[in-house]
């Protein structure tokens, strides 16, 4: 039995398909039977050679024949060799060269393949290869920049509040009033960098898949009534209308814990961008073989431009950023319903509010990992 694991198996015909023709071309071929004939052909001529009557023109046809062997060998000899340098040496020190750059960080590097892609040999696929990965750590690299400059503006807004606030509780004779709210407001940015702080490294440990699923079937709707009783407060102080409509007896096999975490962002954003006297719906549905959850608002609504880049970390569709966030949330909820094995998707429109639909593998359609 094949010891090499499927995906590899798979990857190998992957690459199998992508080669047109082989490195080893008909060019090759040809040289090699030419330099056979030629042998062949000066064989044939020796042993005439040796079997001509007069001796002295046998020893004389017998040297030439063999310096003509020699000669037409090395002739064939230099003609492939030429041949294999242009082939094989020349792709290969490109390779080289690039594959050097991008380890000393040049992640701009491209090669250009040597044939159509009708005509694709190993060394193009190489290429091929070795491109897409250069353009992945170049994205790679891109993120990591903007992460680095979008973590240090977030972490510099609270961290200025809780110095500002800090010195001015430090005045002498401060009014009573005013300690509590400086005290408020340090507490709030405080909550705002734990609330930061974790989100990061929570997204983090998903993406590094540093978080062992726990994953047990449970009742979706439970877990939607208890989010829903968990923003009662907010929703009355935002002074927004709540309507809901969950279907009893959906059961998906999940991290109930990792979930929670999904509704918390949907039903935070949702309330966030509603303007007072505003509702918020959240449904819950069967839909071929899917627990489907709706999460919509009333609110201002995203433009095409902000609903593409809307999962995506660091985000923030509002340049000004008037409205509290850190941009995390959807990020979070699209990696959470990513390996739960579902799907999340947005639909919004500018000044009609925002639907978000996250559709779960119901229970009773999961395969179990022992079959």
């Known amino acids: 039995m094949s010891r090499i694991p499927p995906e590899l198996q798979k990857l190998d015909r992957r690459v199998d398909r992508r080669v047109r023709?082989?490195?080893?071309?008909?060019?090759?071929?040809?040289?090699?039977?030419?330099?056979?004939?030629?042998?062949?052909?000066?064989?044939?001529?020796?042993?005439?050679?040796?079997?001509?009557?007069?001796?002295?023109?046998?020893?004389?046809?017998?040297?030439t024949t063999w310096l003509s062997v020699i000669f037409i060998s090395a002739v064939n000899i230099l003609v492939f060799s030429l041949h294999?340098?242009?082939?094989?040496?020349?792709?290969?020190?490109?390779?080289?060269?690039?594959?050097?750059?991008?380890?000393?960080?040049?992640?701009?590097?491209?090669?250009?393949?040597?044939?159509?892609?009708?005509?694709?040999?190993?060394?193009?696929?190489?290429?091929?290869?070795?491109n897409k990965m250069a353009a992945e750590l170049s994205g790679v690299e891109t993120m990591k920049t903007d992460f680095i400059a979008n973590v240090s503006h977030e972490l510099k807004t609270p961290l200025a509040v809780i110095a500002n606030y800090t010195a001015l509780l430090q005045t002498p004779d401060l009014p009573e009033d005013k300690r509590l709210e400086y005290a408020a407001a340090m507490a709030g940015a405080a909550e705002?960098?734990?609330?930061?702080?974790?989100?990061i490294l929570r997204l983090n440990k998903l993406e590094t898949q540093q978080i062992f699923l726990e994953n047990a079937p449970f009742d979706l709707g439970d877990q939607l009534c208890v989010s829903l009783i968990a923003f009662d407060h907010r929703l009355e102080q935002a002074e927004l209308t709540l309507e809901t409509e969950l279907e009893?007896?959906?059961?998906?096999?999940?991290?109930?814990?990792?979930?929670?975490?999904?509704?918390?962002?949907?039903?935070?954003?949702?309330?966030?961008?509603?303007?007072?006297?505003?509702?918020?719906?959240?449904?819950?549905?069967?839909?071929?073989?899917?627990?489907?959850?709706?999460?919509?608002?009333?609110?201002?609504?995203?433009?095409?431009?902000?609903l593409s880049h809307a999962f995506e970390k660091f985000y923030q569709g509002d340049p000004a950023r008037s409205v509290p966030g850190n941009g995390l949330g959807l990020a979070l909820v699209k990696r959470v319903?990513?390996?739960?094995?579902?799907?999340?998707?947005?639909?919004?429109?500018?000044?009609?509010?925002?639907?978000?639909?996250?559709?779960?593998?119901?229970?009773?359609?999961?395969?179990s990992p022992d079959t």
Do not use: Y
């Not at 064989?43 to 040297?63: P, S, V």
């Not at 303007?275 to 201002?300: H, I, N, Y």
């Open 248 to 306: 009893e007896g959906v059961t998906v096999h999940a991290d109930a814990g990792l979930l929670a975490h999904v509704w918390e962002n949907l039903l935070s954003n949702a309330v966030k961008f509603t303007p007072p006297g505003g509702t918020v719906r959240v449904s819950l549905t069967k839909e071929k073989g899917f627990a489907v959850v709706r999460v919509s608002d009333t609110g201002c609504g995203m433009s095409e431009e902000v």
């Open 192 to 199: 705002r960098l734990n609330a930061l702080t974790g989100d």
């Open 84 to 130: 294999k340098k242009i082939t094989l040496e020349g792709p290969t020190r490109r390779i080289l060269d690039a594959a050097a750059r991008i380890g000393k960080g040049d992640f701009s590097v491209r090669i250009k393949p040597f044939h159509s892609r009708h005509f694709k040999n190993e060394f193009d696929v190489i290429i091929e290869d070795l």
């Open 21 to 63: 023709r082989s490195v080893f071309s008909a060019n090759d071929l040809l040289l090699i039977l030419v330099s056979v004939a030629s042998c062949v052909a000066l064989f044939l001529l020796l042993r005439a050679a040796q079997t001509d009557l007069d001796a002295a023109m046998r020893r004389m046809n017998t040297k």
């Open 337 to 367: 319903v990513d390996i739960s094995g579902g799907a999340v998707e947005a639909q919004s429109e500018e000044g009609s509010g925002s639907t978000f639909t996250v559709r779960l593998p119901l229970q009773a359609d999961r395969i």
